[in-house]
Every structure is written in structure tokens, then in C-alpha cells.
């Protein structure tokens, strides 16, 4: 076994492998940019080396840099993990002839199934079911159009190179496909350095079930059962389970021996998994399931079947890459109870799930349940990276006990200012289509509104919780802070502990006006949720719903259910910085100009994009917030813009007022 590793990434997966690293007595190097100069995994390293500026090209994706770090280390071997350089062929070779170990699948078989097209092509020939589409070397867009015309719409545009949902597009109408093709191949090449791209049928109900597999030098293959990958928005997983809900034996034979076969035809050594698409419209079925890609590298999801299986499969690629054989046989790995991970974005689920940047002044994630991070709190969340910011695993007897345990951490979640998708998650997980296990794709854009958080609740508690706060820390001194100035009259306001009963108290929550009836008792106050009683001044609890608030300016954050809702006094809110309530369309953050759609004088319909703009890794559509005419477009193709930028304004039109 080596003595040393140098972890070619960043963030939560290099935390991950520094962990069996350690726990294996070996030896860990970090290599970080300068953005990431204070970053986790970098204090976790045994050793660490700045290869560069923030931008992944100049750093994380430099191949040169890399290896020189581990020449200047004295590394012994490299862990690509997942993404940067991990399915780059060039850089394993270079790592081989450098005289290190390269913890990832042979460069062939990198190349093999680096591209979508190829990859079909070879299962083809593998006699491995693959999805009816178009992966032909004539890229123009007449081809393609008529292509995706004899495949028949829906049909999904992928890029060749793609992975992450990145590259990706759905079009249902023809009148779409020049839009959806030209969108698709930006994002390849910015992404990838390619803009090519295959065309696939679209399956209306599809599944993601995906196989892991494992490979030695040895000629031995064998697999760890399937995840399911399903829960997805915009083609990027959610959450992931393993085993997959209402999978038979004989389905699972079929899959598992579809993704060896796979394996096989690419004399595949390590980790990877072989992702396969399901029609879900009446069950799984073992002729229902085609292969889409292989990803030949360790996935973000790989803890699910660690937990169901009890390997540690880091630990295994280090042992196969120094040559050992795969600890266990195919009859030797067993399937125990049910796994579920969440991925928690820092995203806004209510603006679009436009990713959010900026320090993490308060991070708490749940106890009692594996939580693989690479961010804590103090960290910062960069525009430059992936706003995955952490991983929430569970492992319990059964899928529901799974989905409720899984559903309480998320709810446990405390992230601020960054806003975070942790309420998001939540309500996907109790969902009684998401508990029966009909989930399918398209699951969250259907029941998107119901996804959504539901202020009624929220609120109520958010008022009630002021008025406890207030009782505790003396509200005849500051009575004024609560009252409703401009509220209407004949309602009471007062907030006196010897005034007569208080019926109703006003706030604001995340700018909002909202307000909740309330009445004293002897500890604390009642109101509709039941008792609340003030423990201290940092932390309130209130029945399950509430798990605590930390003070801000004028008021304070209140954390329900996975949400941070901003409580401040009714009379002291504001519009909110950056809405479109004007029409102003401002940048959710840093990035560049790819496509402005529509220009000035253009009439324009609720939700029709106005600007695209691209930022960590994706394109990010600016809408029209009511149906008028486009008054001005301030930005240009090309234009690297600042946060709240104004890139466009658009006018209520008189038809629309």
C-alpha cells in the first residue's frame, strides 16, 4: 500500500477521502486555489499546496500544477474525486508517466466512456440495452433537427461530454429545438470544451436507476447493487436511495448484469457506476431499463451504498489501485436496510434555485446521521465552485423509516445568510408520492408550487416567537420596536407582561407583513401552534417546529423546518434588496452574459426569458415578472457582470395593468 495521497479536488469529496485516508495511516496532501486559502479540506491535509488563482481552469483543472504539487510533496498517489480532472484520459496518463499511482479506471476506459455517443455505440456492441436517439458525428443543425423529428418530441439534447445535468435540455415542441440546441451547446463548451451533442427519446415517466460497479487488475468485476437517482431538478440529483423502491429480483438481475456486461467491455478497474434510464409508466420492468452513460470515477452519491453494503468504497479503490484484488465476492456483499441521501445546495428554491454565494455566518447541520461537508461555519461559498454544500445521509431498517429520519435532519438544517434548499428537501421528502416511492424525474417540476415553502405556518411562529422574545428580554423598554406603525386600527397592540390579554402581534418575515393571535400564561405565551417558552437567548423551542435563532440588526433569524426566515419589526421593513416588483431585472450574482433573448420594445409574457445569464457552471434564465414590453437591456453578450447588476428593466404594459 502507498504511504501517501494527494487529493486532486476540493470541498466535501476531498474531505471524504482524507478520512479513509487517515483512518488507513496514509498520508494526505490538499492542493487548493486561492480562493480556497481557508477552506476545510485544507486545514484537514496533512499537507497542502496553492496551485493557483480561484478560477478552476487556472487551478483545479491545471493537470501541470497538480502533479507538480505532488512532485513537491513527495505524493505517492492521486485521488482525482469526482468532477476537475476525474474522467480527464490525459491527465491519468500523465499521472502513470510520472511514476504515480492513479486511483481512477485505465485511460482507455476513461475514453471509452468519456463521450455519450461512443459510450452507445460500444454498449451496442456489448449487447447492453441503450435509449433510441441520435449519436451521429454530423453536428449540424439541420441534421439534428431532423433527427429529433424522426425520434419524435419530447426529445432531451445531451452534451456529448456532459455530466451533471450540464449540457442538457428538454424540448417538447419543435418550434423549441433551435433554442434548447443552441442553449445545450453553450453550456457543453463552457463546461467541457465541447459542443457537441447527441439526441435521445425522451421517456415520459423515467427513472434513474444507476449500478455500482467495482473493477480489479485482476479481471474480477462485480457489482454493489443499484441507487436510485430519480428526485432531480433540472437534471441534477436531489436525493438519492439505495436499494431503488419496487425493484423485483428479477429486474435487479437483469440491471446488475447489464451494468458487469458493461463493466466488462471496457476492462474496467476501480469504481464506477453504469447509470441507466427507466420507464416508470407501469413499473419497472427488465425491458424497460436502457443505458445512458458511465461515469468512471467515485459518485457524489456513493454513501447510500456504503451504508446499505458496509464497504467503504474509498478504502477499495485505494486497495485495487495498489493492486490488491477486491476484498469481497459477488456472494459476499449483501444488501442491509435502506439508505437515502440529500444534497443540500446553497440555492434559493424560492427565486428559481438560483445558486447563492456568500460567507456562512451560521452552519449547523443535524447530529446522529452522517453528514459529509466541506464547508463549516465562518467558511464562504464561491461563485467558482459547485453549490453543493454538503451531503445528508441516513441508514435505517426500512424506505419509510428512511425518508422520515432523512426528512427530520433536513429540518434540522440551520444555514445563514447563504440560503439554502434544506426546507426544499424536507417537503420533498414527506410527500405521499415521494413516501409511496411513485417518483419518477419529472416529479419535482410537476409539484414544483407544492414544493415551495408555505408561509402560513412559518409566520404564525415567527410572530409568536417575537412576542417571546420580547417578554424575555423586557418589553415595556423597547414596546415600540413591535408596534405595527401605519397597522390598522382598532386592533390591539401593546406588549406588556401586566397589560391586559394581547390578542394579536405584527412582524415582518423575510419582509412580509404577518401576524399571529397570542395570549399570556404562566410561562411564556400561547398561540395557535401551542406553548412557547423562551430557553435563553439563543435558542427557542416551540414543539418540533422550531430549532433555534440567533440575533440580527434589528430583529433575528428564525430556523423552521429548514428554513431561515428573517423576523424584524412591522415597522421597520423594506422591499427587499434586488426584486423585480419595478420590473428591474438585477444579477443573483457574479457571472457572465450568454444570450439576451429578448430586446428593448419586445413584448414580452410572464415567465418568457429576458437575459441568460451563466454562473457556477450553469445557465441561469432571467424572467419577465409580469406580462409587458422590454423598456431597456443594459447588457450585452459577453459581459461579465457584478451582483444586482440592473441587465434589464421591463414595463407592465396597459393590457397587462
Not at 130 to 152: F, K, M, N
Not at 253 to 265: L, P
Amino acid at each position: 500500500m502507498f504511504k501517501s495521497v494527494l487529493v486532486a479536488n476540493r470541498g466535501e469529496i476531498a474531505c471524504r477521502v482524507f478520512r479513509t485516508a487517515k483512518r488507513m495511516g496514509i498520508r494526505t496532501i490538499a492542493v487548493y486555489s486561492e480562493a480556497d486559502a481557508n477552506a476545510l479540506h485544507v486545514r484537514e491535509a496533512d499537507e497542502a499546496v496553492l496551485i493557483g488563482p480561484a478560477a478552476a481552469r487556472e487551478s483545479y483543472l491545471d493537470g501541470a500544477k497538480v502533479l507538480a504539487a505532488a512532485k513537491a510533496t513527495g505524493a505517492e498517489a492521486i485521488h482525482p474525486g469526482y468532477g476537475f480532472l476525474s474522467e480527464n484520459a490525459e491527465f491519468a496518463e500523465a499521472v502513470a508517466a510520472a511514476g504515480l499511482i492513479w486511483i481512477g479506471p485505465d485511460p482507455s476506459s476513461i475514453r471509452a466512456m468519456g463521450l455519450k455517443d461512443a459510450a452507445k455505440d460500444l454498449m451496442i456492441r456489448a449487447d447492453v440495452p441503450v435509449t433510441p436517439g441520435y449519436q451521429g458525428a454530423d453536428q449540424s443543425e439541420e441534421t439534428l433537427t431532423a433527427e429529433a423529428a424522426r425520434i419524435g418530441y419530447p426529445v432531451l439534447i445531451k452534451a456529448v461530454a456532459g455530466g451533471g445535468g450540464k449540457g442538457m435540455k428538454r424540448v417538447d415542441d419543435p418550434a423549441d429545438f433551435a433554442a434548447g440546441l443552441a442553449s445545450a451547446k453553450r453550456e457543453g463548451a463552457a463546461a467541457f470544451g465541447d459542443d457537441r451533442v447527441l439526441i435521445e427519446r425522451y421517456i415520459t415517466r423515467p427513472r434513474h436507476i444507476e449500478v455500482q460497479v467495482f473493477g480489479d487488475k485482476h479481471g474480477n468485476v462485480v457489482h454493489l447493487y443499484e441507487r436510485d437517482c430519480s428526485l432531480q431538478r433540472r437534471h441534477q440529483k436531489v436525493i438519492e436511495e439505495a436499494p431503488a423502491p419496487g425493484m423485483s429480483e428479477a429486474v435487479r438481475a437483469a440491471v446488475t448484469g447489464a451494468a458487469i456486461k458493461a463493466a466488462k467491455a471496457v476492462n474496467y478497474v476501480g469504481a464506477g457506476t453504469i447509470e441507466f434510464i427507466a420507464d416508470a409508466s407501469d413499473g419497472l420492468k427488465a425491458d424497460g431499463v436502457w443505458f445512458m452513460e458511465m461515469n468512471t470515477r467515485l459518485q457524489v452519491e456513493h454513501p447510500v451504498t456504503e451504508s446499505v453494503t458496509g464497504v467503504d468504497l474509498v478504502e477499495w479503490q485505494f486497495r485495487v489501485a495498489a493492486g490488491e484484488p477486491i476484498p469481497l465476492k459477488q456472494d459476499e456483499i449483501k444488501l442491509n436496510g435502506w439508505a437515502m441521501e440529500a444534497r443540500l445546495y446553497a440555492e434559493d428554491p424560492a427565486n428559481g434555485f438560483l445558486p447563492s454565494i456568500g460567507k456562512l455566518e451560521h452552519f449547523v447541520m443535524p447530529d446522529g446521521i452522517r453528514v459529509d461537508t466541506g464547508v463549516e461555519q465562518g467558511g464562504e461559498v464561491s461563485q467558482f465552485y459547485d453549490p453543493m454544500i454538503a451531503k445528508l445521509i441516513v441508514h435505517e431498517d426500512t424506505r419509510e423509516a428512511a425518508a422520515a429520519r432523512l426528512a427530520e435532519a433536513a429540518g434540522e438544517v440551520e444555514v445563514w445568510p447563504v440560503k439554502a434548499n434544506a426546507g426544499f428537501l424536507k417537503r420533498c421528502l414527506v410527500h405521499p408520492r415521494f413516501v409511496a416511492g411513485d417518483v419518477d424525474t419529472g416529479f419535482i417540476a410537476e409539484k414544483e408550487a407544492a414544493l415551495q415553502p408555505q408561509p402560513s405556518d412559518e409566520a404564525t411562529l415567527a410572530a409568536l416567537t417575537l412576542i417571546a422574545e420580547a417578554a424575555e428580554r423586557g418589553v415595556e423598554a423597547k414596546a415600540d420596536r413591535f408596534s405595527p406603525w401605519g397597522g390598522q386600527p382598532g386592533l390591539s397592540y401593546g406588549v406588556r407582561l401586566n397589560a391586559a390579554p394581547q390578542t394579536t402581534v405584527w412582524a415582518h418575515v423575510d419582509g412580509q407583513g404577518v401576524s399571529g393571535p397570542v395570549t399570556p400564561v404562566e410561562t411564556g405565551w400561547r398561540g395557535p401552534l401551542g406553548e412557547l417558552a423562551h430557553v435563553g437567548f439563543d435558542q427557542v423551542q416551540a414543539g418540533d417546529r422550531l430549532f433555534g435563532y440567533q440575533g440580527v440588526d434589528d430583529g433575528f433569524v428564525l430556523f423552521v423546518d429548514g428554513e431561515a426566515r428573517r423576523v424584524t419589526p412591522y415597522r421597520a421593513a423594506r422591499g427587499a434588496a434586488g426584486t423585480v416588483s419595478d420590473g428591474s431585472l438585477r444579477a443573483p450574482m457574479p457571472g457572465k452574459i450568454v444570450a439576451t433573448p429578448a430586446k428593448a420594445g419586445d413584448v414580452v409574457t410572464k415567465g418568457q426569458p429576458v437575459v441568460v445569464l451563466e454562473a457556477m457552471k450553469m445557465e441561469h434564465a432571467l424572467t419577465a415578472p409580469f406580462d409587458g414590453v422590454v423598456e431597456s437591456v443594459s447588457s450585452s453578450v459577453g459581459d461579465q457582470v457584478t451582483e444586482a447588476t440592473v441587465l434589464a428593466v421591463v414595463k407592465a404594459s396597459a393590457e397587462a395593468v
